[in-house]
């Protein structure tokens, strides 16, 4: 996979030459790209930004050095034999960016990413490009970034370990949270390892049974009981087919119980574990 990112700030993403993404940039398996958008700039301040139409706070990123820098991108791929770009554009404003979304821009063979300071991009440098190639305006969370740059951190990492061959073992997110498939829509419950015994506090026993089913019975309880505290919308969300009778057996005694629908919603006097 291609990735070219044009930013103000191309030493914050120094950290794309680190651990699982760096591996698979020496590996070739990720074609990292790095633009500084300042080297479209063409008067003595290097200026990016200016005072939005219509008034109001802070400042808003020019079109003409987004547009000659993405115009130049594009060339620069195709000439190299690059074809499809997607560009990813990281705003609080954006759809949400989830695992879903994360497998489908890791089928793509390149994307480009635009990380924007102060209030964000001219309008029209998106509107431009979406006539041209795919868009995806996307946030990372419910929360105020200062740039965009931390989000397209984010959204690398959650990309590349879904390439082929970055993951030493193929089995590696088939159980993620958020992976789709067996444990779909559950967060992931504790883990342990050696030594059993730290500080007083021991292993559960079922863990060190060698019972494979009671193994997966209890994580799959684990990961119940830790979605219904930390996210209960997911467990709302769910699919009541997804649960079988022991599932439906943890979830009442947790408080959980199916409505007329077959979802699960939670009794509301039901006390904290
Ligand atoms: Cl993608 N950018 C910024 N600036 N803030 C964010 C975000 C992105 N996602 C959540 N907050």
Redesign the pocket.
Known sequence: MRLDIVTIFPEYLEPLNVSLVGKARARGQLDVHLHDLRDWTHDRHSTVDDTPYGGGPGMVMKTGPWGEALDEVLASGYESGACAPALVV???S?RP?TQELAAELAGQPWLIFT??RYE?IDRRVVDEYATRIPVHE???????????E???LV?TEAVARLLPGVLGNAESHRDDSFAPGAMADLLEGPVYTKPPLWRGRGVPDVLLSGHHGRIARWRRDEALRRTARHRPDLIERCDPSAFDRKDRETLSVLGWAPSPDGRFWRRPQAVEE
């Open positions: 990281p705003t609080p954006g960016f990380p924007a964000g996307l946030s990372i969370g419910d929360y105020v970034l200062a740039g965009g931390a989000a397209v959204m």
